[in-house]
């Protein structure tokens, strides 16, 4: 990975870019000031600070130029690479014609022809479409539209899962840690065990559930669903009345190797909800589908017509920028390259398994991995582990994350309180870079394997400074 020459800038009128150029070492002090101290504070911690400047394809550069191998794309939201320079085309062909983009109160043809374009590669009769800005705005319009329709206040979702963090979408989330402080939240939401499907009967046997939201393949921990398990919680939804809504804003669009991951289990339900990747890395955009009877029920008069909106839900850019999006995937056939390239990527990781024992387990689908790390046999690993779990219960894969960034340039994601290093890759992503992962991942496991190197060190001086905060409340 070498560096590259620095784009050539464009300079426009207000000189918001060249301001931005010329201040690009405050930004981290910025956002210590005015955004989040806290996240600042964790990414210095981590080596993450990094005054990255530019970035394109699978890789960010740095103030030195140096290239880092992205494999967490914005958890997934770059999916076409960093800057695909067709969405940019398409946006800047978007800007230069001019078009209409009243939101509220007309419709322009570019909203209709991506709500088109999502139910042409959905299942059949999933042809109504609410756009949003965010993955947690069509969650939350999932919920209100199941309980229009169906006149029931309850919700169930899983344990371990994840749909937001707005208050709405964060009542479903299966993680205590996200809703500690934030209570109360939305009555009525249950959660049962993913893959249990007598707890998740139980529930709907009240018939009092709107609607049951799970992810094909739970994002927390990369957690797929046992064999049959969809196919029969949809069938459980039917006979009790409850829509079955399929929480598709991270497996979306190509992710897992099929455009959508329901198509694993050949699922037709009642709600699919997208986002994320949907705009190619550019702009916010996510979109609620459903059944037009559903939705008609919801807001179908022309009373209630007006009830539910989103500002810029299907404002013209992100609607152009999702059409290119879909057209791109299709077009440079990312779908099955996503396939291709996670299967070397899983191979590649079986071997290492075979010859680390510190990797525990490898899932995913596509190019959605989780790596879930254990502690290596030796007394001294053993030992240094009890100090850093003592410290977070997600310390521990800060051990490969952190020197893979620091050593490697590879970027990778701890993925929350538990053991799983998260890989989240572009759809663009080659062969050659896949493999550069893997010989980094090899040689950081090497060093991590005897529990005595550097890698651990830091790590345990983490832990070590962590519970001297906690311990004193004064330490900053």
């Known amino acids: 990975m070498t560096a590259v020459s620095p784009p050539s800038h464009p300079v426009d009128a207000l000189g918001v870019v060249a301001d931005a150029l010329a201040r690009a070492d405050e930004t981290l002090e910025l956002a210590a000031r005015h955004l989040d101290p806290s996240l600042v504070a964790v990414l210095r911690i981590l080596g993450f600070d990094k005054e990255y400047r530019s970035a394109q394809g699978s890789y960010l550069y ?5 290239a880092y191998l992205d494999f967490h794309s914005g958890e997934g939201f770059a999916s076409l690479g960093h800057n695909h320079p067709d969405v940019r085309d398409v946006l800047q062909a978007t800007l230069a014609a001019n078009l209409v983009d ?12 991506l709500a088109e374009a999502l139910s042409q590669r959905l299942p059949r009769g999933l042809d109504a479409v609410f756009f949003a800005s965010t993955g947690a705005e069509a969650v939350d319009s999932a919920m209100k539209f199941a309980r229009a329709a169906t006149r029931r206040p ?11 963090v707005t208050l709405g979408p964060l009542s479903l989330v299966g993680d205590e840690f996200f809703k500690e402080g934030f209570g109360p ?20 046997r009240k018939k009092d559930v709107a609607a049951f939201i799970v992810e094909p393949i739970q994002g927390r921990e990369v957690t797929l669903p046992p064999a049959g398990y969809l196919q029969a919680a949809q069938e459980l939804c039917r006979r009790y009345g409850t829509l079955f809504v399929v929480d598709e804003i991270q497996t979306g669009l190509g992710r897992t190797g099929t455009w959508f991951a329901l198509e694993h289990s050949g699922l037709e339900p009642d709600f699919v909800l997208v986002g994320k990747a949907l705009s190619g890395g550019y702009v916010p955009v996510a979109a609620m589908v459903t059944r037009r009877e559903i939705y008609q029920k919801a807001v179908g008069t022309l009373e209630r017509s007006y009830v539910h909106q989103s500002t810029f839900g299907r404002n013209r850019l992100s609607m152009a920028a999702g059409l290119a999006a879909l057209r791109i995937i299709e077009r440079d056939q990312l779908v099955e390259h996503a ?12 071997e290492l398994q075979q010859r680390y024992d510190m990797i525990k387990e490898v899932r995913g ?3 959605m991995i989780g790596i879930e790390l254990q502690a290596p046999s030796s007394r001294t690993a053993r ?7 003592m410290a977070s219960e997600g310390l521990f894969p800060q051990l490969v994350v952190i020197p893979l960034h620091r050593d490697h340039g590879v970027i990778t ?14 759809l663009t992503l080659s062969e050659p870079e896949a493999r550069t992962f893997l010989g980094a991942l090899d040689a950081v496991l090497a060093d991590c394997q005897a529990g005595g190197s550097k890698n651990w060190a830091v790590v345990r001086d983490i832990a070590t400074a962590t519970l001297r905060r906690r311990a004193s409340p004064t330490v900053r």
């Open 365 to 367: 689908s596509g190019l």
């Open 154 to 164: 309850r919700f169930v979702s899983c344990d371990s899962s994840f749909h937001g």
């Open 102 to 113: 009243g939101v509220q109160i007309t419709y322009s043809v570019l909203a209709g022809m």
């Open 62 to 66: 740095d103030a030195a130029g140096r």
């Open 413 to 426: 994601m701890a993925a929350g309180k538990n053991d799983v290093v998260k890989l989240l890759p572009p």
């Open 185 to 204: 939240l939305l009555p009525g939401c249950a959660r049962v065990p993913f893959g249990d499907l007598a707890r998740l009967e139980a529930e709907l």
């Open 383 to 389: 030992l240094s582990i009890r100090l850093i779990r």
């Open 339 to 350: 396939a291709r390239i996670g299967a070397i990527l899983r191979d590649g990781l079986a």
